[in-house]
């Protein structure tokens, strides 16, 4: 029987739009770049992905794959603020299926209680497939990148 694994990072890249653009914007903007979240991989956000990677001394290609997102991710939990939560959020957003915005979790950059009563839901969906997956219903490396690369959704 072979176990599930989280899905890999994705390679996001200049003319990307869409997930995961916006959790990645948002990101940034957590680290102090000030991109605008518009979902568009375009020139400031490539810039800014450049430099990014430039300080943390990863390789200078405007791609975002496996090390510049485990060097991008902000560990956040209840009781969190800020352009990381909204990057949380926004996943949730982008999951949300019900057709209605009203619905679900709000991007608001606050980790209350419905956040993080949709990531221990995600969690639990998670552990589920992939009993190493912790519900903690604080949103860490493997949960982030549970949340980037795609997974339930649908």
Do not use: C
Not at 27 to 45: M, Q, Y
């Amino acid at each position: 029987m072979t176990t599930a694994t989280i899905s890999p990072w994705p390679l996001v890249r200049k003319g990307d739009q869409h997930h995961p653009v916006e959790t990645l914007q948002h990101l940034l903007r957590a680290r102090s770049h000030n991109v605008t979240v518009d979902g568009i991989f375009g020139p400031g956000t490539d810039a800014a992905v450049r430099a990014f990677q430039q300080q943390k001394g990863l390789a200078v290609d405007g791609i975002v794959g496996p090390a510049t997102w485990s060097a991008l991710i902000i560990t956040v939990r209840q009781g969190s603020q800020g352009d990381a939560v909204r990057g949380v959020q926004e996943e949730f957003r982008f999951r949300n299926l019900s057709g209605n915005p009203g619905q679900g979790v709000q991007v608001d950059g606050i980790f209350g209680p419905k956040t993080e009563a949709a990531v221990r839901g995600f969690q639990q969906a998670l552990h589920q497939e992939i009993p190493s997956v912790t519900i903690d219903g604080g949103v860490g490396p493997v949960t982030w990148q549970a949340l980037v690369s795609g997974m339930l959704s649908f």
